[in-house]
Every structure is written in C-alpha cells, then in structure tokens.
C-alpha cells in the first residue's frame, strides 16, 4: 500500500497520458467516424464501398498490429511521427469504424417518416443529414458511444507497448520493481482505470434513462 | 428456436474440444530407456523430478542467443542448454523437457505456485527478488551497455546517453537504470521493436544487457554495433523455489562441475558463443 | 432507414454519370496512393552505413516459403488463439446470461450487488484482469488468459441481453405470465430467447472483439498467433522479417475473424 501512495506522482503521470490519448483519440475517432458513417449511407457508390471496406478491415484487426503499424511500418512510408501522436493516430483509425457503427444505429432508429417529410419538403441530401436526422440519431446513438469510449479509455492500456508511457506501462514497471507488492500496485492501476469507467458508464445509464424514446 | 439449439450445441462442442486441447499439451511419450537415474536423499526436489522422470523449465523465447523458439517449436539458446545440463543430471532425457514461456509478470508468481520447476531466462539476481525466490549460480555476469548504429561515432558510453532518448523495454531493470542515469527512456514490448526507432533517429541508442544487444547486432549484420564497456553488472541466476535450500546447494554444486569438465563451455560454443567470446564463469553464490 | 430511397432521390441520368465519375476518380485514387505505398515501401534504406532491401524485396520474404513456419503458425498460433477464444467465448454467453438474470430479478438484493459486479468489470481493462488473475490466483496462462475474457465479455453481453429484454414487448411476458408460468421460466423460455436473437449481431461483434483481445494474452506470455509470429519468430528470424511477419499476421487475423462474422450470419440466417 506504501508503494502506491509512495509513487502517486508516477501513477498520476501516467493517468494524465492516459487521459490525453482517451481525449485526443476520441474527438479524432469521433470526427472520422462521422465522415465514415456519412460516406456508408450517402448517394455516392465508391465511396459507400470505400466506408465499408475500410469499416471491415479496422473492426476485424487487433489493436495491437494497428499499433504496429503507425509506429513501425509509417516511417518506412516516410511519415515520422513523434510517438505520441502515432499512438493517438493509431487509437483513433481503430475506434472509428466503431463510432460509425454506434451512429448508424442511431440513424436507423429513427423514424423512416422523418427522412420522408425532410425529402417531401425538398431537403437535399446533406440538408436532410444534418438538420433533420442526425440531432435525432444522436439521441439513440449516445449509449452506445460511450460504451466506445469505454473500451478506448481501456485500449489506451495497449498503446503502452509502443514508445508511450501511460498508467499501464507505470503499473508494470512498479510492478517489476516491487515484487513483493504486486497486487498493491495493480489494485492502485485498476483503482485510476475505473475512475474513468464507471463515471462514464453512470453518464450512459443516466442519458438512456433520461433521452430514452419511449414508444 | 431451432439454430439456437444448434448454436449452442456447436458452442458446447467446441469448448469441449477447447477444453481436451488444452490438457494434451505436454508430450506423452513413455520415458525413456534406461539410464540408471542417479540417487538422490529422499524428500528432495531432486528425487522428485527423477523419479517423475520430467521437469518444467521457465525461459524466454524472444532473446537472441539466450532463449528463442524457432519454427520447430524447440527452444534454443544458452539458457536452454543450461536446463539441458541440469535436466541430464537428474537423469531426465531432453524430450523430457517442459518449456515455458517466463515472461516477468508470471516468473515468480510460476516459482511459488509450483507450475516450473526452475526459471533459467536471462533473470537478474537482485536481493528485493530474493525474498520471494531463490537463486542458484550466477552462471553468467552481463552487464548492461548501449547499441548505436554502425556508424555513428557520437555515442561512445553512458555520459553521452545523458538527456537524449534511448529504447528499451518495459518494466526491465535496464530501463528503471536509464531513468536513473537522466537519459529519456523510451519503451517497447520487445528489443525487436526497439530497433525501428533507432533506424530512424527517434532515439539515439538502444540499451540492455549486452548479450541481447550482441544477439541483435548479429541478426543485422553490418548495422548496429555495440559500443562501450558494460557498466552495470547483472548476473544472471537460477531461479527456484524460495527456501529449496538443498536443490539450491545441488543445482551450485552442478554448475561448478559443468565449469570443470568443459560441459559449459561447450554448451557456450554451441549458442551464444558464435557471436560472443567464451569468459570464465563466474562462481556461484551460495548465500545463506 | 439508410436505405438510399429514403435519404435522398433515385439517381437519375445525370446523378447516375456523376457517380459513376466520382467511383472511377476514388478507384484511380486509391489505386495510385496504393501503388505510391508500395514503392516507397520498396525502396532500399540507408541505415547504419549499410543498405537494406525494400520490404517486398525477396530476400525478406524467404522465410514464408518454409512449411515449417506455417505447421508452427498454424499449429501454436492460430491453434492457441482459437483454443482460448471458443472457451472463453462459451464461458462468456453463459456468464452474459446469468449476469442479466441477476440484473433484472425482482430482489434488489440480487440486483444491486450485480450492477456493481458489472460495473467493476466493464471499467478494467482486459490485459489488467489477465495480469491479475494470474498473480492472485495462480492459475496458468491458458486459465488467465481464458477467465479474463468470459468475465470481461460475459459483463458485456450481460448488459446487451438486458438491453434487449428491455426492448421486447411487454405482452411477451405478460402472456407467458398469465399462461402460468413463474417469473423465472417466462425469463429462460419466452423472453431471453428472444432477446438473444435480436441481440445477436451485437452479441457476435462482440465475440469477434473476444477474439482479437487473445491477442492480449502476451502479458501473460500465453502462446497465441500475435505472441508466436510478431514476439517468437520476429526474435528468431530478425529485425529484417519484422513487415513480412506483421503482414503475415494482419492477413490471418483478417481470414479467421471474417470467417467468423460468416458464419455468425450464416446462422442466423437459417431459420
């Protein structure tokens, strides 16, 4: 238990990395997971195919060979990126095909009815999407986006084999270094991990409970 | 209804074919015939394992010259002949053999429980261990030093790695050195990983013990060099069962045989040595 | 709904010759960014004074040609992976339908603690768990590695099969109530099988998820494809098969967990 109080400034080191890459590779998997999800249901052919081709790849491959390839395989393509930055590039490519997915769900939840009247009315394409059905798929896709952000905050856990120093790579260093107090040290890693966690998933129970549509 | 019956009936029958698979991973091949096994006291570590006529060895297989497991699935490296040597004197046959993979997080937590026997992975004899484990030998005394590419010539010892960032991997003791040291650590899963950062210039060096740094170099011929002279020491043990006293006191007295009658230099020459020079051995230290 | 009649006009001529030219600008696109990564890829590198081959150079992919590689690929790796993955996977449905019994029973005594079980096992991340496992309870790899993910996913899909019992008609129960069943038997014989089936697509991206998350059994050195090709062999062979191996790997990754997705559908299909 010392070790864990004794080494507080490294574990909030590490919680502050964690917390940046939840933060940065979260707006960025939200940004290209709404372009994803636009291409996937808009009049364009190619591009619908592109969106899913690229959707199956990320969601099919482990975290860890994405990883791999931002840190490992980009500078051979000549794009040297300081690793922080990789590792956020690489969290956001994997977490977007997921958002797209949490916002299609929202999309289809919404009444075919609204898309109609939206169209009847003249809207265009972009018009219908942005004034009419998105503020209403919000709604419904928010639960299942923040369970997204969950499982980011968690695969975070796993940039921390590639050149970043985050709460999980602090815990196995601790860990290494004081055999004798490993539980101690991991019990203090999970304790930071849920602090993230559970908050958020209280915020998606209570969105649910007061955004739900009841029909 | 009906593919529900049909999908979990398929979800039971791989899970029990899940589970049959996993209790056939040790050989079971009849034991060998007959060398007379040598005697032991009764109720010793080392009577047991004669008797079962098998032993669990812990190595790494992911360290150039020490540990590594090719496509055949053997392990191969010192570390591995070492187990081969104390094995044979246990009258155990090499097929005999269990290897586990020790990776740090599950070395000791193995040791304790009992699920290896011993753990002969490149493990550092360090006295916070020692109240958990025990240790036989050192068998060999690294050291940690530094890789640099073949041609620079900026990097030539540890003062030079002060308040630039150098690779190594996480939660090693060269890493926790590094840090110490006022250089910037920079840590991946594996030294193979650690060599791209280095190609292109994001860190200046790689550092851990030099055998591995060696090991690597070899692997790239003509890329990397080590440079400097080692400068911490870290001797590399035996790990076993806290508290084992008479194994511990047997697997020494091994040891210093194996120095004697030329097993161990032979079991150099046939790994690590193709790359490294053969240095006297170190004696083992019987700690009380 | 994302129908395409719904959001925007059945494309006429001209909107038909528009796409048609935007799909042949993304096609030569791609093609050319494509063919670009290939060539810078390629090229050989400097580095360390010496010159290395490009990355499809075949001095690098030698080493595919050995059966030996692919008997141990497939046989440790793909083997090992999929070993854990099926038992954790059956462990992981049945905990899913156990927690969400437990969530939605009428005690709050059976409830609460459940919300927090859950909970708690929603917010740790699965290389953590592994970890844990291994060192309090002192198991083995194979053991860590599968209980951390039943537990983890059994959580998950606890909570999607609760979502759909939320979801379902309240006549459902209502019927099988009045029909005289208990509380329980409605659960287990009219409400969750339905549940189940429309959760489904949920429940077997989740199992694909499971899949990938073996790959997460390194921490624990369990010998699973990710340990055996990108730790073990790109330690054996070197540095210089590293791309070659981690292409190898993404390729495999890819055919097991869209065969998987396959034959997911494949079976839900069939009723």
């Known amino acids: ?215 | 209804m009906k593919n529900l019956g049909r999908a979990a009936a398929a979800l039971a029958a791989a899970s029990l074919l899940a589970l049959a698979g996993c209790t056939s991973t040790t050989p079971q091949k009849p034991p060998a015939a007959a060398t007379p096994a040598p005697s032991f006291a009764a109720d010793t570590t080392m009577a047991r394992l004669a008797q079962a006529g098998s032993i669990t060895i812990g190595t790494k297989f992911d360290q150039p010259l020490f540990g590594l497991v090719g496509p055949d699935g053997k392990p191969q490296g010192f570390d591995v002949e070492i187990g081969k040597i104390l094995a044979r004197q246990l009258g155990i046959p090499e097929d005999r053999i269990r290897w586990v993979e020790a990776v740090s997080a599950n070395r000791e937590p193995f040791i304790q429980n009992g699920q290896v026997d011993i753990v002969v992975a490149t493990y550092t004899i360090n006295d916070k261990l020692k109240e958990v484990v025990s240790f036989a030998g050192p068998y060999y005394l690294a050291g940690q030093s530094i890789l640099v590419p073949a041609n620079d010539s900026t990097i030539t010892g540890k003062d030079d790695l002060v308040g630039k960032p150098v690779c190594s991997v996480t939660g090693s003791t060269p890493a926790a050195r590094l840090a110490e040291l006022g250089a910037q650590p920079v840590l991946a899963d594996t030294y193979s990983n650690c060599l791209e950062p280095l190609r292109s210039g994001q860190v200046v060096a790689v550092s851990t013990d030099n055998v591995i740094l060696a090991g690597l170099a070899a692997q790239n011929e003509g890329e990397f060099k080590v440079v400097g002279e080692p400068f911490t020491q870290e001797p590399y043990g035996i790990g076993l069962k806290h508290d084992d006293a008479a194994f511990r006191a047997w697997i020494n007295d091994v040891l210093e045989q194996a120095y004697a009658d030329g097993s161990y230099k032979a079991a150099w020459d046939s790994t690590a040595g193709k790359v490294l020079d053969y240095r006297t051995p170190p004696a083992p230290d019987r700690y009380q | 709904m994302s129908g395409p009649a719904v959001l925007f006009d059945a494309p006429g001529p001209r909107a038909r010759a528009l796409s048609r030219a935007l799909s042949a600008v993304t096609i030569v696109l791609l093609a050319a960014g494509l063919c670009l990564a290939f060539l810078a890829l390629n090229a050989p590198k400097e580095s360390g004074g010496i010159t290395l081959p490009g990355m499809f150079d075949a001095s690098r992919w030698d080493i595919v040609w050995d059966p030996q590689l692919w008997s141990f690929v497939l046989g440790q790796g793909v083997l090992g992976t999929l070993r854990a993955a099926l038992l954790a996977a059956a462990l992981a449905v049945a905990l899913g339908v156990l927690l969400a019994l437990l969530r939605s029973a009428s005690s709050p005594w059976l409830r609460l603690p459940t919300a927090v079980l859950i909970e708690f096992f929603r917010g740790m991340p699965v290389l953590l768990m592994m970890l844990f496992i291994l060192l309090v309870f002192s198991t083995g790899q194979y053991w860590a590695v599968v209980s951390a993910l039943a537990v983890y996913n059994g959580a998950l899909i606890g909570e999607a099969l609760r979502a759909g019992l939320r979801s379902l008609p309240r006549g459902q129960r209502e019927a099988a109530l009045s029909l005289g069943m208990r509380s329980l038997q409605s659960k287990l014989l009219v409400e969750f099988p339905q549940a189940f089936r429309q959760m489904l697509p949920v429940i077997v991206a989740q199992l694909v998820v499971l899949l990938k998350d073996t790959s997460l059994g390194y921490i624990v050195g369990y010998p699973e494809l990710l340990r055996v090709t990108m730790n073990n062999l790109a330690s054996f062979y070197g540095n210089r098969y590293l791309f070659p191996l981690w292409l190898v790997t993404l390729v495999l990754y890819l055919a097991i967990n869209l065969a998987l997705s396959w034959l997911a559908r494949r079976l839900a299909r069939h009723r």
């Open chain 1, 1 to 215: 238990m010392d070790v864990v109080i004794g080494q507080l400034p490294r574990y909030l080191e590490g919680f502050g990395t964690t917390l940046l890459l939840l933060g940065a590779a979260g707006l960025a998997a939200l940004a290209a997971g709404t372009v994803l999800a636009a291409m996937r249901i808009g009049p364009i052919a190619a591009l619908r195919a592109v969106s899913g081709a690229y959707t199956e790849l990320a969601r099919n491959t482990p975290l860890t060979l994405v990883l791999m390839f931002c840190a490992i395989v980009l500078p051979y393509l000549g794009i040297r990126l300081p690793y922080l930055l990789a590792a956020i590039v690489a969290l956001a490519l994997y977490t977007s095909p997921f958002v797209a997915e949490a916002l299609r769900a929202g999309v289809n939840g919404v009444p075919v009815g609204q898309a109609e009247a939206a169209r009847s009315l003249g809207l265009g394409f972009t018009q219908t999407l942005t004034l009419v059905i998105l503020p209403q798929a919000f709604r419904m896709s928010v639960p299942p986006l923040v369970n997204v952000f969950i499982a980011l905050t968690k695969n975070t856990s796993v940039a921390g084999g590639f050149f970043v120093i985050e709460l999980f790579t602090v815990g196995k260093e601790l860990a290494n270094a004081n055999g004798n107090a490993v539980v101690a040290v991991l019990l203090g890693v999970a304790t930071f991990y849920l602090a993230i966690t559970v908050p958020l998933g209280l915020l998606a129970g209570w969105i649910e409970q007061s955004w739900a549509v009841r029909r």
